[in-house]
């Protein structure tokens, strides 16, 4: 009888871990239903006493699939997995309180001095520091005596080519409760609320359980949480939409000032983080926040939890050191395309990240290093593209989403969207005309300049990097 | 089919919690599969407010139909990832082979078909589900079948 590990994982089980963990049990194996590792090609991954398989179809041919020694799997190994630590080696039920409860003794001024010390910045996109919004959120309580306040979990990971949110709620649920009890005693929050999109199921299953299981541990005594699904809305990710949606209604930006630190949930100061970004706290609390800061490159500190997308061969989440290339993690990581096919364009940041081109390669990912190109890490997602990408027919997809998604709330995005369609649209049917051009071009800066939130804000980057290099590849051809 | 006495005693159930009235409307869907004018009386009754509120939730949210699906729904993802593994193709290969547009439900009724932005399996793409099973890798003729 042997010891063995199946990852219980959306992607996973699309691919048969289920089947495999009850023929396992069958034929009377210990099977321990663990989260995924990330490693996208080899799922479904098995670990049998201490080695690695995958991908794994059939067990009776396991050593056509042998990868070795789980501990010394490369992809893992090389890895530098803070926040995933723990995720695909424990069955994430298998929880133990005392490091928490540890924290929860720590000084809130002194937690919120390790996170500054860090250098966190918030994972969902916009990079801003962290302790300045818990430090607010602190704050409020001292100045205006507010009856409640709320730590929001920002799990509406819609940005295609984004999956970490999934796997570490899949894989290592305490993971987030940790992050968010740590935050609301720093911050002087007692009520916690995860909004997570409705397209997890699994993952709204497993932290349901270990909402169960931190009831049943005692711990949801001192920290309530509430989990919140989502209704199909990409916008519900913009914070301030969030929080409408968290009120029950129809998800519409909210103008900032106030910020929410301030003036969120209900009105009452809340601390709204995405997912990796609490779970990132933990780590920082271990190792203290200055060695923390010590990883990563300039003011991007520490890791992120790359996820490589689209078409690629080795495609997965790859927690690295900010600092890491595009070309690292496009061909060595990720090991080119998965057509085979030259490398065509990498869209950095989800649907409202640059298109970036083979000449962009050898640019590190850090915050800043991304923003001279015009171009953002958003939540880490990389989604490649090979050689046959009609970057006109993408800079027309980014305009028909915004199209799709703009919460309606102000003119530059509901209209702008759709006008920016209907302009590329007419550039992609007949000739590149001047007037068009300066049409397109005039659009973006206003949806840039006047848009109420990122989504308008932003669409003009994946329209200008895609169409910015296809005007040009046209004129080298003429 | 639920009595509306079932979907009230549903959309009470919900009162009290974080977002009630979103997560009432979606238990509808959950249970009945869509939307129907009754259920709006229904939880703008509960929650006391206007007919047009409840409509102005249930039109802003796109998990929240309003017409019955195909007994057979499928869904393929739109998104950057799939599209860049051939998810265009795929899609119009299906709205080819059912005869119906992205977003059509068939007449009848054995087939809806429609777009989802993102699945979450990016790396495994084009990503599609058929009912509550989710397909990676995803073909024509594994979504026909």
């Keep these: 009888m042997s010891r063995v590990l199946v990852p219980n994982e959306a992607l996973a089980n699309a691919l048969g871990a289920n089947e495999l963990a009850r023929e396992l049990q069958v034929r009377g194996h210990e099977v321990i239903r663990t989260g995924g590792f990330g490693l996208a090609w080899l799922e479904p ?209 909210r103008f900032k000032p106030p910020v929410p630190a301030v003036a969120g949930l209900f009105g009452q100061p809340t601390l709204v983080h995405n997912v990796i970004t609490l779970c990132s706290v933990p780590g920082i609390l271990d190792m203290g926040g200055k060695a923390y800061a010590e990883i990563g490159t300039g003011a991007s500190t520490g890791t992120s939890t790359f996820q490589l997308a689209g078409n690629i061969k080795r495609g997965g989440l790859y927690e690295l050191p900010f600092g890491i290339s595009l070309r690292e993690l496009v061909e060595d990581w990720g090991g080119g395309t998965r057509t085979g096919r030259p490398f065509g364009a990498v869209q950095v940041g989800g649907p409202l990240g640059a298109y970036l081109f083979e000449r962009h390669l050898d640019t590190p990912l850090g915050y800043e290093d991304m923003a001279a190109l015009d171009a953002g890490i958003g939540h880490g997602g990389l989604v490649v593209f090979d050689d046959t990408i009609d970057l006109v027919q993408q800079a027309h997809y980014a305009f028909a989403f915004c199209a799709h998604e703009s919460c309606g709330k102000c003119t530059p995005c509901r209209i702008g969207s759709v006008r920016g369609k209907e302009a590329v649209a007419a550039l992609a049917s007949g000739e590149y005309t001047e007037d068009r051009l300066e049409v397109i071009d005039e659009l973006c800066d206003l949806m840039e300049q006047t848009s109420l939130c990122q989504m308008g804000g932003m669409t003009p980057i994946p329209v200008r990097s895609a169409l910015g290099e296809a005007l040009s590849r046209k004129g080298e051809v003429n | 089919m639920p009595s509306s006495e079932a979907i009230r005693d549903l959309v009470a159930a919900c009162v009290g919690q974080v977002g009630a009235p979103v997560t009432a409307l979606r238990k509808i869907v959950d249970t009945h599969g869509h939307i129907e004018d009754e259920h709006v009386r229904i939880v703008a009754d509960v929650f006391n407010l206007s007919l047009a509120d409840v409509r102005g939730i249930v039109s802003f949210y796109a998990d929240f139909r309003t017409s019955p699906r195909g007994r057979k729904h499928i869904r393929i993802c739109q998104a950057e990832a799939c599209q860049s593994v051939g998810s265009r193709a795929l899609t119009k290969e299906m709205t080819e082979a059912l005869g119906i547009a992205l977003g059509d439900t068939s007449e009848d009724h054995a087939v809806s078909l429609d777009g989802v932005y993102c699945l979450g399996l990016c790396a495994s793409g084009p990503c599609a589900m058929v009912n509550e099973r989710i397909l990676v890798h995803a073909t024509r003729e594994e979504l026909l079948r």
């Design chain 1, 45 to 253: 991954m098995l670990v049998i006493d201490g080695e690695a398989y995958g991908p794994v179809q059939d067990l009776d041919a396991l050593d056509a699939v042998a990868l070795g020694p789980l501990a010394k799997l490369p992809e893992l190994v090389r890895q530098q997995r803070i926040v995933f630590d723990r995720c695909g080696h424990v069955d994430p039920m298998d929880y133990d309180p005392s490091w928490l409860l540890e924290q929860l003794e720590r000084e809130p001024r002194e937690i919120i001095e390790e996170i500054k010390a860090s250098g966190l910045r918030g994972r969902g996109g916009a990079g801003f520091p962290a302790h300045i919004k818990w430090q607010t959120v602190f704050d409020a309580v001292c100045e205006t005596g507010a009856p409640q306040k709320y730590i929001v979990v920002n799990a509406d990971e819609g940005d295609s080519g984004t999956f970490a949110d999934r796997l570490i709620m899949e894989g290592d649920p305490f993971r987030l409760i940790e992050g968010m009890m740590i935050s609301g005693h720093a911050t002087g929050a007692d009520k916690g609320i995860v909004y997570l999109r409705s397209e997890y199921p699994l993952a709204a299953e497993i932290f349901a359980n270990a909402m169960e299981k931190a009831k049943a541990l005692g711990l949801l005594e001192r920290f309530d949480i509430e989990l919140f699904i989502g209704a199909g809305a990409y916008i519900c990710g913009e914070e301030t939409s969030m929080l409408e949606s968290l009120e029950g209604k129809r998800g519409e930006v």
